[in-house]
């Protein structure tokens, strides 16, 4: 919202105060002033002056010869090319030594005749003429006849003015208009307020100029309708100091009839439009919404469709115009116009806000519906605009006020308890009673006493944002002032801070994974479905059903996403398409899958660490070669994962993984406790084809039950004092049985003295039956207090043989 100083002086007297100060007191009390400077501050010692005659140029038949008064004892001769100027103007003069936005004017001679100054031009004068009326932008700048003779044209046309822009919050709509900043400023200084007095008595019509004019409300969605007729108008230019003052706050001037308008809405808060009476047919105006697909042509002369949510204004058998967005080009004031129909009216924020958002038509007069009128001025901005083309459009009062209110208890004023006590609590001080009722005087809200410990505040209708205590005690709390909020010394409980669980194994698992030489990467949780079917899962499968957004930003980002691999994939074929051929991802990050379609609750998030490894590993040695990636580097990796997760390899079960994406030999998945916390593998062919990958491999860990089954506590094993026994056993066994079968199973039946079994080979080949392969398995056993004998040594490995024999049929291999 822009203000300018004078203007707001016109309804406060601020003469004991400066710009600066206003400004700086209007931030501090909750309305901040984000910018402020001066029209045209460039602008100085120019003066209005009156051309008394002109004669040609005897060197240039382009120049004129002007002699101008400016209010000195002589009159001054400037030479001047514009060829609009003409004897009898008044006109904007910068005389020697002042000051224009090119420069210092100086005396000089124009093809040998001298000349005293400059007769200045709009664009000279600093002024935006992209803004101002073609007339006004060709050639010099003709001011009105009654411009005073001498006096600082600075002074004149406000260029000396100061504008203010303020950053408003949405709920202080209240500050829209002059009228509600002047009363902001009258509460923080507790000054009054003197708004426009309306001459009721020239807004009566007679029976010689009565028009008829009907309201119809065919919608809830607008609370009050006023309009009043017009007549006698004469279409103009609006007066320059009402010019002026719109280019100030970046309104551009149109004619008197539409200036007007916006005029009052700026000063009033109220947005009005002036329909051309003349077209409106059985002089009726009715408010209803629109039918689906309705056609309109807006006064930009574009023809739009609108939707059932759009209020419509129109007579009975056409469309006027979108109910606070936009009149219609058939119902627009032209210079045939004599007479008007002035609406002033309250509708519905949302539905105002969805035609304008559906339309692109965002304006100053849908902004404000959007945030709320105050019903209070509605009429009075009718009346002002009246009174307004009365004076400066020639016309005269054809009607009385029609007014329609649609919805009760639009005018009374919200009644809101304080309790002295609740003040204190919530502020941190104490505001005494009397002290409140002057801070309610101040702020215009009428007020009574209920006793020593309540107060009962009537808050007019102009302030929507104030509608339960809390809110009128942070109206103290900004006029008390922020500043002067007493300093207390904050009291309670230390704790000392902490990371949760799973804070610490997620900060333990990134650093690890960095160490080992692994890309962090974050990617959208958003995504779109058609993502999940190179994976292979059926269409009925849970991660292919998504929760969808109502309102999407983008076609790509639809749904939320149940599976991290596309964005990872995504993420390497970006990398892969800039020369970047070792590729090592991990990423933190939440899936959702739905609980229903469509969606009625929130969906179940399940939090999991994924990573993804491609192309080539560099080597290690110097005597090593560079080598691609294989499925022993993401599985050693995982089960390094597991172990600085606090896991032994005893307690995971690693079997083969079902997931329909990685290839069918290379995957595995790892249980501990029963439950699937992890499954790693190669991608499948037709998936990296479709990215434009070489080999790839991916991982991914159940975060939610790992942290579940972590233990909090470090696990401490004393140092071993006897020494271990080592055994190597290799078992010819069928070439289908799951190697982590084999392991469970002599695990089990080692007993308690078995400290580890791991895999050291796997054959297959001439000395093994097609059907079958060799398992070699290396054992480690240990007793905490005492050495091993060789009996209770051979005692486990008898256990094992036998075990394995029976249960899988296997033989020892020779």
Not at 82 to 94: I, L, M, S, T, Y
Not at 552 to 571: F, G, K
Request: aromatic residues 6%.
């Amino acid at each position: 919202m822009k203000i300018t100083w004078q203007w707001l002086n016109e309804y406060i007297d601020l003469s004991d105060l400066t710009p600066q100060q206003v400004a700086k007191d209007l931030t501090n009390a909750g309305i901040p002033v984000e910018w402020m400077e001066q029209v045209s501050p460039e602008v100085q010692g120019v003066l209005v002056g009156y051309v008394t005659a002109i004669a040609k140029h005897p060197e240039a038949d382009r120049l004129r010869v002007c002699t101008v008064d400016v209010g000195y004892d002589e009159q001054l001769q400037i030479v001047c090319g514009a060829q609009n100027v003409d004897a009898g103007q008044k006109v904007p003069v910068a005389v020697h030594g002042s000051m224009l936005p090119g420069g210092k004017i100086k005396k000089a001679k124009l093809r040998g005749v001298e000349s005293n100054g400059m007769i200045c031009s709009a664009g000279e004068l600093g002024l935006d003429v992209k803004m101002l009326p073609k007339e006004q932008t060709q050639g010099i700048f003709v001011l009105p006849s009654g411009a005073p003779i001498g006096e600082s044209i600075g002074a004149y046309l406000g260029l000396d003015d100061t504008v203010m822009e303020l950053e408003l919050t949405p709920n202080r709509s209240d500050c829209l208009s002059l009228y509600g900043v002047a009363n902001e400023v009258a509460a923080i200084y507790g000054k009054k307020v003197k708004m426009p007095v309306v001459d009721t008595m020239q807004l009566q019509s007679n029976d010689q100029t009565q028009q008829k004019l009907f309201v119809e409300l065919a919608t809830p969605k607008c609370a009050y309708y006023c309009g009043q007729v017009v007549s006698g108008l004469a279409l103009a230019p609006s007066p320059l100091w009402m010019q002026m003052r719109l280019l100030a706050v970046g309104m551009r001037p149109i004619n008197n009839l539409v200036d007007i308008t916006n005029y009052v809405m700026l000063e009033w808060g109220q947005p009005l439009h002036a329909f051309d009476y003349g077209v409106i047919e059985d002089q009726t105006i009715i408010v209803r919404q629109a039918f689906d697909d309705e056609a309109i042509i807006t006064l930009d002369d574009q023809s739009r469709v609108v939707q059932p949510e759009t209020i419509m204004i129109t007579d009975r058998h056409k469309n006027l115009g979108l109910a606070g967005v936009m009149g219609g080009q058939n119902s627009e004031v032209t210079a045939n116009t004599t007479s008007v129909v002035i609406e002033s009216a309250i509708f519905d924020p949302i539905a105002t806000r969805k035609t304008a958002k559906a339309l692109n038509l965002r304006s100053e007069a849908s902004s404000r519906f959007e945030k709320g009128i105050d019903p209070a001025v509605t009429e009075v901005a009718l009346s002002r605009a009246a009174f307004l083309m009365i004076a400066y459009a020639h016309g005269q009062i054809a009607s009385e006020v029609v007014r329609v209110v649609a919805k009760e208890g639009l005018m009374t004023p919200t009644s809101i308890t304080v309790h002295v006590s609740h003040v204190a609590r919530l502020l941190g001080f104490t505001i005494e009673q009397a002290e409140m009722l002057t801070l309610c005087a101040r702020l215009g809200f009428a007020v009574k006493v209920m006793d020593d410990e309540k107060i009962e505040v009537s808050v007019p209708t102009r302030r929507p944002d104030i509608t339960r205590e809390a809110d009128m005690i942070e109206e103290f709390a900004r006029l008390v002032g922020y500043d002067k909020i007493p300093t207390t010394t904050m009291k309670g409980a230390l704790t000392a801070g902490g990371l949760t669980k799973k804070q610490k194994i997620e900060r333990n698992l990134r650093d690890y994974l960095i160490d080992l030489g692994l890309h962090e990467v974050w990617t959208y949780s958003l995504t779109k479905p058609d993502v999940m079917a190179p994976l292979g899962y059926a269409q009925d499968h849970p991660l292919r059903q998504f929760g969808t957004l109502l309102n999407p930003l983008s076609e790509d980002r639809i749904a939320l996403r149940t599976h991290m691999l596309p964005s990872l994939l995504e993420v390497a074929m970006y990398n892969r398409n800039r020369n970047q051929e070792s590729i090592r991802l991990f990423e933190f990050g939440t899936v959702f899958l739905p609980k229903s379609l469509p969606m009625v609750e929130q969906p179940g998030e399940q939090y999991r660490l994924t990573g993804l490894m491609s192309g080539t590993i560099a080597p290690t040695h110097p005597h090593h070669k560079e080598r691609m990636v294989d499925f022993y580097d993401v599985a050693g990796l995982v089960q390094a994962v597991f172990v600085k997760l606090g896991f032994e390899p005893k307690e995971w079960i690693v079997t083969k993984s079902e997931e329909p994406f990685y290839h069918p030999h290379q995957c595995a998945k790892m249980t501990v406790e029963g439950n699937e916390i992890a499954h790693f593998g190669r991608i499948n062919k037709q998936v990296v084809e479709k990215y434009d990958l070489a080999d790839t491999y991916y991982f991914e860990l159940d975060l939610e039950r790992i942290i579940q089954i972590v233990k909090d506590r470090l696990r401490v094993k004393e140092l071993p004092k006897h020494p271990s026994a080592d055994r190597d056993l290799a078992f010819v066994v069928e070439r289908d049985l799951p190697v982590s079968s084999l392991l469970a199973l002599t695990s089990k039946e080692a007993g308690e003295h078995l400290e580890s079994v791991t895999v050291f080979d796997v054959y297959t080949g001439e000395k093994v039956a097609h059907e079958q392969k060799s398992v070699a398995l290396h054992f480690v056993f240990r007793a905490v207090d005492h050495t091993l004998s060789e009996r209770e040594i051979q005692d486990a490995i008898d256990r094992i043989m036998s075990a394995v024999t029976t249960t899988f049929g296997a033989t020892l291999r020779e």
